[in-house]
């Protein structure tokens, strides 16, 4: 089983960043691929981005790409999701999401979520 706990999220203004967090907890936090999905409100919960367990490979979906990074640190039990020159469009509840399966242009999430973290983004 594996917990997560996002943090991070907060107000601000366009062109500005944010650095997300997710710790996570359980024995074999290094073994998930990683992701971060984000639901606005009356949106669908959608793809952001996703690293491999080694961290040698990750994916973004195309609003993201060039802004957003993501990282993780399996020692420290952490993933990462730096999000700089935001936009408005960006504003929706940030989750964590262990065991996210990558393939081509598709990217479907495992079964284990974090609570979430709002991230604000205003004009």
């Known amino acids: 089983q594996v917990q997560l706990a996002e943090s991070g999220g907060g107000l601000v203004q366009a062109g500005g960043s944010l650095r997300l967090s997710c710790a996570a907890s359980g024995r074999t936090f290094s073994t998930y691929t990683m992701g971060w999905f984000r639901q606005a409100p009356g949106k669908e919960r959608e793809f952001v981005a996703a690293?491999?367990?080694?961290?040698?490979?990750?994916y973004y979906t195309d609003f993201v790409k060039g802004r957003f990074t993501i990282s993780r640190d399996n020692a420290k039990n952490t993933v990462y999701l730096q999000m700089n020159s935001l936009k408005p469009e960006d504003t929706a509840v940030y989750y964590c999401?262990?065991?996210?399966?990558?393939?081509?242009?598709?990217?479907?999430?495992?079964?284990?979520w974090g609570q979430g973290t709002q991230v604000t983004v205003s004009t």
């Open positions: 690293i491999s367990w080694s961290g040698a490979i990750t």
């Open positions: 999401n262990a065991g996210t399966s990558v393939a081509g242009t598709k990217a479907s999430p495992g079964i284990y």
